[in-house]
């Protein structure tokens, strides 16, 4: 099983980025899947979830600007990132519980780690 990460980039306060996140080796919209990042000196955080009943969960810091989605046909998950903020600069992962469809907030229940996504937002 692996997760491999695309996306990311330098922005302005305001911009907008994507992230892509490409599952192999099991059925990524059947199970947990989730965002986390982690800014310089700080925790991994999670971002958000994406649960096997298709409910998402975000972080109140992204609320109404970040929105995360699965694509079945790709196999897939996305974050789709809006009105960026400096604060949101950070190495961004995305992670998978294969058993699970409900996604724990302990980011060390997750085995299964994509290789991480720069977005650096400057004022």
């Known amino acids: 099983v692996q997760l491999a990460e695309s996306g990311g980039g330098s922005v302005q306060t305001g911009g907008s980025l994507r992230l892509s996140c490409v599952a192999s080796g099991y059925t990524a919209s059947d199970s947990c899947m989730a965002w986390f990042r982690q800014g310089a000196g700080k925790e991994r955080e999670w971002v958000a979830f994406?649960?096997?009943?298709?409910?998402?969960i975000y972080v109140d810091s992204v609320k109404g600007r970040f929105t995360a989605s699965t694509d079945r046909s790709e196999n897939s998950a996305y974050l789709q990132m809006n009105t960026l903020k400096p604060e949101d600069t950070a190495t961004y992962y995305c992670?998978?519980?294969?058993?699970?469809?409900?996604?724990?907030?302990?980011?060390?229940?997750?085995?299964?780690w994509g290789q991480g996504s720069q977005v650096t937002v400057s004022s």
């Open positions: 994406i649960q096997g009943d298709g409910k998402i």
């Open positions: 992670a998978a519980l294969t058993w699970s469809w409900v996604c724990p907030p302990d980011r060390t229940r997750y085995s299964i």
